[in-house]
């Protein structure tokens, strides 16, 4: 084990989107390629946006695509707890430090005051207000009223937050692995609030305190925390903890399919395509909606979709095994600029790890879902069916929703073809093939292909006037799998009973 250490770390404030998928799983790849750890920290200290049920989600979600944790909520380790509401007063005491060391202050406004404030300044003209180098000399903190009576307040049990103080008109500078170097000027940052008036600690504190005390080396995350990253750099240097502080990689947007701005939970809707792995059960349909694991994704395609959103190897390799992903993934090969969700490439993904898919596994997969639909086979039958269908599925329930007929009878036939192809003089021709197939000492596909061809030799027929009529005979269409492997499957008898029964059904839709 190297000492790489990363961590995903979540908010569970509602279904974990498909892009916090593709940063846990950079994560991953990136500890597992370095012989790393990737630790699963559970960042709630949001009360107000807790949703019951999310980190289960979470969890679900990690499992099922096979990117478990090493370590983390759920999992346990030597840095435990990880869910952040549990580790509340470690972070008063990190916050009382810095306040101490003059790199935060106590703040006292109400939020009455803040408002007030915040509106006259917006009367003035300056519709931006926040707390800042300039802003706080005149605000009510420890930095402006006498000490005395900051005592007198801290005493009394007022209510106050405890902001980081930003140093003034200073250049922060930090290399991001992705971006390059990334600079941030302090007019430009406020003074973050690190501890709320309720005791929690904000986001800031609580991920900076628990990277560093968990040993974090490289933070690898969503570009939309990039501009949180001049706070945290400072953080880091107030706690005096810069020469251990974190690598940081911010990954590129995921956009929508057409290009056009963020991927957004809405535009599962929209376009009709999956924006979450696992379906998600609110109280009302408009809040619910089906994941990529309920479209009939298989996560080994949901994964090498999500790898090649925001990195390539390089090479003309597209189909990665997660093995092979831990194997190529590195953070120079990632790039800056946004991924389009491109839903026709998932799709693609999918067909080709169906194609290579094991049968037993494909069938077990179905299982549910062909039981549902009244079809009781075997083991070994189900695993026969998936191995037709496979090369022509796109989603997993394709597999059996598209192979009725090798279930049961054919239900409707295409009239079109029949009309087409069946002939007054047809019946003869087809009975006496149907009598020498049956005659046939084993029912498997190749002697069977070598009877046919041999039939139709003897007889001068062409396969354009044999092999559509046997195809729509056993399948009622002209779409599925090879003709002589669904004659093995259904067998002897029923590949002739059904033979005989589309005859007649030919017959009595004559032209
Ligand atoms: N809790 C943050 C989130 O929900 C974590 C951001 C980070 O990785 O620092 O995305």
Redesign the pocket.
């Known amino acids: 084990m190297s000492n790489i250490r990363v ?5 569970p ?1 509602g279904a974990l989107h498909i892009g ?1 998928v593709r ?1 846990a799983l950079y994560n991953y790849l990136f500890a597992k390629k370095h012989g790393g750890t990737f630790v699963l920290r559970i ?1 709630d200290t949001d009360q107000g946006r807790y949703v019951p049920g999310a980190e289960d989600y979470i969890l679900e979600s990690l499992a099922w695509c096979g990117i478990m944790p090493d370590e983390g909520q759920g999992i346990g380790g030597k840095f435990a707890p990880y869910r952040q509401s549990e580790r509340k007063d470690i972070y008063q005491k990190y916050a009382l430090e810095l306040v101490a060391n003059g790199n935060a202050y106590y703040a006292f406004d109400t939020p009455e005051e803040l408002d007030a404030k915040r509106q006259a300044e917006a009367a003035a003209g300056n519709h931006n207000f926040k707390y800042d180098t300039v802003s706080r000399k005149v605000m009510k903190t420890s930095l402006s009223l006498p000490a005395d009576e900051v005592q007198r307040r801290l005493g009394a049990g007022e209510d106050y937050v405890i902001r980081l103080k930003m140093p003034e008109n200073e250049t922060i500078t930090f290399t991001d692995l992705i971006r390059g170097e990334v600079s941030f000027h302090t007019s430009e940052l406020d003074d973050k609030v690190l501890m709320k008036s309720d005791g929690m600690p904000t ?1 800031h504190l609580a ?1 900076i305190v628990d ?1 560093h005390l968990m040993e974090i080396t490289h ?1 690898i ?2 570009e ?2 990039l501009p ?1 990253t001049g706070h945290h750099v400072l953080l880091y240097r107030a706690f005096g903890w810069a020469a251990t502080m974190p690598d940081f990689s911010h990954l590129p947007l995921i956009l929508k399919p057409d290009g056009k701005g963020k991927l957004s939970k809405r535009d599962g809707a929209k376009f009709g395509m999956p924006v979450f792995p696992l379906g998600w059960d609110a109280e009302t349909e408009e809040d619910s909606f089906r994941g990529f694991r309920e479209f009939g994704f298989l996560p080994q395609a949901v994964i090498n979709f999500l790898a090649f959103l925001g990195w390539n190897p390089g090479t003309e390799q597209e189909i990665f095994s997660l093995a092979e992903l831990c194997e190529a993934f590195s953070i120079e090969k990632i790039s800056k600029s946004g991924a389009r969700f491109d839903y026709d490439k998932a799709k693609w993904y999918n067909q080709q790890y169906l194609h290579t898919a094991d049968d037993a596994e494909l069938a077990t997969l179905v299982r549910p879902l062909s039981e549902a639909k009244g079809y009781h086979v075997s083991d070994k039958y189900l695993a026969q069916v998936c191995h037709l269908m496979k090369g022509r599925a796109t989603f997993l329930p394709d597999l059996v929703e598209q192979a009725s007929y090798l279930f049961g009878d054919v239900q409707t036939f295409d009239n079109e073809v029949v009309a087409k192809r069946w002939k007054p003089e047809s019946r003869p021709v087809f009975e006496a093939l149907a009598d020498h197939l049956k005659a046939q000492p084993a029912f498997v596909a190749a002697p069977l292909e070598e009877a046919v061809k041999a039939f139709m030799t003897d007889r001068g027929l062409k396969p354009g006037e044999v092999m559509p009529i046997l195809r729509l005979s056993l399948a009622g269409t002209m779409q599925g799998p090879g003709v002589y492997e669904m004659m093995e499957l259904l067998g002897n008898e029923r590949t002739i009973d059904r033979l005989a029964k589309a005859f007649d059904y030919f017959d009595a839709h004559l032209a």
């Open positions: 961590r995903f770390a979540p908010s404030t916090g940063t960042e986001y991920n990277d933070v995350r969503g939309e925390w949180s």
